[in-house]
């Protein structure tokens, strides 16, 4: 037995340097008292909380370190633990420099033996961080700009001075109100609607989250909210806390929103194209005039609710299109260049070409189709005409006012004076080109996916029939056409007989008529975001400024107000800049020479910029016109303003790529999201300024393309870097 004290007692040793290592490493304090209230231990977190040294602590009583205000609270609670009773209590010690800690005790009397108190240990939790951490809270309400309140027993009990303005009392007058009063500040025709929702939380049944209601100011205007609101404590009693969030500009936006949307329904009906839109289910959500008359509802609203069946067509009609959007919903892919028989309400019987395309949600989820045709009747009946004698083709091709062609990979079989006339040739000129000469005649952007088409329609493979591209005429000048294409045999040879239609014209119309509605809806825009968030940020400077004391406070808000104003002049100016666009006619222009002269400017003008300019390419000669430079000039004011390191750095560099010429502007800024690169130019989406918009704009003109990259590959964070891409003109061949 006496050989195995020692082992005992090392074993003993060891277990009690395990404990003490576990409670030194206890994130709270720890402290024992003896039955005298006398300290005989403490952990190191106790000692760190009072900031004395160990020895400074242990034998001292543990009421020296409180101040009189709380030594009733603790010797109330040491009497406590003398019954036999645990307690948790806040308590606030005094440090050795005088410091107060706010903590939380939670006290645990120690076994008695033989029936006497042997002391207590207590386990004390540092709050200090919370209290810091409330009155955080109470200073960023009250610095808010949104408004805050606590609604107790129908009265407001709280309110913060966002509040006060949105509603337009002060605090005092808010906190003074009696219950009636206080519903007398919400609008006649909302009150019912909040009653509902008090006693639907009384119930515990769900609410709207957030709901929007009225305010009626001291002035009587009108201010709409959107309100969150949550069950909260105050003071000890349960309340409600409101957020609200003043959506009055925002309201007025969504009433210029449906103006917009209007002109959009008028733009609709103007068009000769016949478009409809279904949901999931193929029932119709709207059409445009066109296709009302056609359907048998007479007008757009009617067709609301119904489906194919439900309208003229026969049922082998509707099937055909229910089909073809279910397979458009499944796959999320469109069906192209469908052509159909249609029986419409006049009774007439049609041929239409049927484009169906899914429709998004802002997740990119499908939640319906959206469909257009245009009438082929005429043209069907031209092509089964063209196929019943050769003869009668010869003599409708020749006098046809649509260019016709019949050829082969290899050879130009036939063409007819249209056609002629449209590429600008003569018959001598034309006759005897070769099959490369014939190519050539195409743009060079087209002759690849051409050349492919009409090698799978003569292999019998499927081809839409319908297709646009380019001609290039000998003086040089673009032709656009629109192509219907079909196999044929022609002398005895396997070829494509192609309908040629100039849409040169209608094409340059719906791109003046897109970019007269882009740019529309751009305004709208700029109106209720751009122009509206700079006026908002006036109105809240000049309050603040009203009631701000010192000079330098005043002086400050004055700035922000200034630059906010100089904001609304540069857009409005920016957005009239290109009214004259569409316009202004194009001629020769060398984009070095433009290039260089907007970086001196850049240089002469800009502080804490570093240009680098590469421009080594001379007589750099594109199609452009007078607006050249502002398209240049947005891109570098881009890379300016919207970097926000103190030493800037822009790289600027000419280069010739392919058949055009590349202007690449970099900069050494925050970067552009991946997210957001494929939105940048799209207005529906404005994540680009005006002046990016403004860009696309430009660069469409000049039949060049535009687009953002990482400055550094694969980290946005190192900057940007746009490419504008503009062609070189293009000549014809001889």
């Not at 009433?255 to 279904?278: A, D, G």
């Not at 990979?409 to 001598?428: C, I, M």
Request: proline share 3%; charged share 30%; aromatic share 8%.
């Amino acid at each position: 037995m006496n050989e195995e004290s020692p082992d005992r007692s090392q074993q003993s040793d060891t277990e009690s340097f395990k404990y003490e290592t576990l409670v030194d490493s206890m994130n709270d304090a720890l402290g024992i008292v003896n039955n005298k209230g006398i300290l005989t231990y403490a952990n190191q977190k106790f000692c760190e909380l009072l900031d004395y040294p160990l020895e400074d602590v242990i034998g001292k009583p543990i009421i020296s370190f409180v101040d009189d205000e709380n030594l009733f609270i603790l010797r109330n609670n040491i009497r406590r633990r003398t019954e036999g009773m645990s307690s948790v209590y806040e308590l606030e010690w005094t440090t050795r420099t005088g410091l107060k800690v706010q903590t939380i005790v939670s006290g645990t009397p120690l076994p008695q033996k033989d029936g006497v108190h042997q002391g207590s240990f207590a386990v004390v939790t540092d709050i200090s961080w919370r209290i810091a951490a409330e009155k955080k809270y109470k200073l960023l309400a009250e610095q808010s700009i949104q408004g805050l309140t606590i609604i107790q027993n129908d009265r407001y009990v709280y309110v913060n001075p966002a509040f006060a303005f949105i509603i337009g009392y002060t605090v005092d007058e808010i906190l003074a109100m009696s219950s009636e009063e206080g519903w007398n500040l919400i609008h006649e025709d909302d009150k019912k609607y909040l009653l509902r929702l008090a006693s639907d939380r009384r119930n515990g049944t769900a609410t709207p989250m957030p709901y929007e209601y009225r305010f009626v100011r001291r002035d009587g205007s009108i201010r709409w909210v959107q309100a969150f609101s949550s069950s909260t404590e105050y003071e000890g009693a349960k309340a409600l806390q409101v957020l609200v969030i003043d959506v009055t500009e925002a309201k007025d936006a969504e009433e210029k929103l449906r103006t917009s949307q209007e002109m959009l329904q008028t733009v609709m009906n103007t068009i000769p194209e016949y478009v409809f839109w279904k949901d999931l289910d193929s029932v119709y959500l709207g059409c445009n005039e066109n296709f009302a008359m056609v359907s048998g509802t007479e007008t757009p609203d009617n067709i609301i609710g119904k489906t194919d069946f439900d309208l003229a067509w026969r049922d082998v009609e509707s099937e055909l299109f229910r089909a073809l959007d279910k397979e458009v919903i499944k796959t999320d892919c469109p069906q192209m260049n469908i052509i159909s028989p249609q029986l419409q309400a006049d009774g007439r019987e049609a041929w239409i070409e049927v484009n169906i395309v899914p429709l998004h949600d802002d997740e990119s989820r499908v939640i319906g189709v959206l469909g257009t045709y245009q009438d082929i009747t005429e043209k069907r009946l031209v092509e089964d005409n063209l196929r019943k004698s050769e003869a009668k083709y010869r003599s409708l091709a020749e006098q046809s006012v649509q260019g016709i062609t019949i050829l082969t990979s290899e050879k130009f079989l036939y063409y007819n004076p249209a056609f002629r006339d449209l590429v600008g040739y003569t018959d001598e000129e034309l006759s005897p080109k070769s099959a490369g000469d014939v190519w050539n005649l195409v743009h060079p952007e087209d002759r690849d996916e051409l050349r492919k088409r009409m090698e799978d329609k003569i292999a019998g493979r499927s081809v839409p029939p319908r297709y646009e591209y380019r001609f290039i005429r000998k003086d040089g000048k673009i032709r656009w056409v629109e192509s219907f294409t079909s196999r044929v045999e022609y002398l005895g040879t396997q070829a494509v007989q192609t309908v040629i239609i100039d849409i040169t014209e209608r094409r340059d119309s719906e791109r003046e008529l897109r970019v007269a509605t882009d740019r529309a809806l751009l305004y709208l825009d700029l109106m209720g975001h751009d122009l509206t968030q700079q006026l908002q940020v006036i109105l809240n400077s000049a309050a603040l400024m009203q009631n701000a004391v010192e000079e330098a406070n005043k002086e400050s808000f004055m700035r922000v107000i200034g630059d906010s104003i100089r904001r609304c002049a540069r857009i409005i100016e920016e957005a009239k800049a290109t009214e004259q666009l569409l316009t202004t006619p194009i001629r020769e222009r060398k984009l070095d020479e433009a290039l260089k002269g907007i970086v001196k400017a850049y240089k002469s003008q800009s502080e804490n910029v570093d240009f680098k300019a590469s421009i080594s390419i001379r007589n750099a000669l594109i199609e452009a016109d007078d607006f050249l430079e502002l398209l240049i000039s947005n891109i570098m004011m881009n890379a300016i303003e919207h970097n926000p390191k103190e030493n800037k750095a822009v790289w600027v560099k000419l280069s010739e790529v392919k058949m055009g010429y590349e202007v690449s502007i970099a900069d050494n800024g925050i970067g552009i999201p991946d997210a957001v690169k494929a939105s940048l130019f799209d207005t529906s989406r404005r994540f680009g300024g005006l002046g990016l918009h403004t860009a696309r704009y430009i660069v469409e003109k000049y039949n060049g393309r535009i687009e953002v990259h990482d400055r550094v590959n694969g980290n946005p964070g190192q900057g940007a870097e746009f490419k504008i891409w503009i062609p070189k003109p293009i000549h014809g061949i001889s």
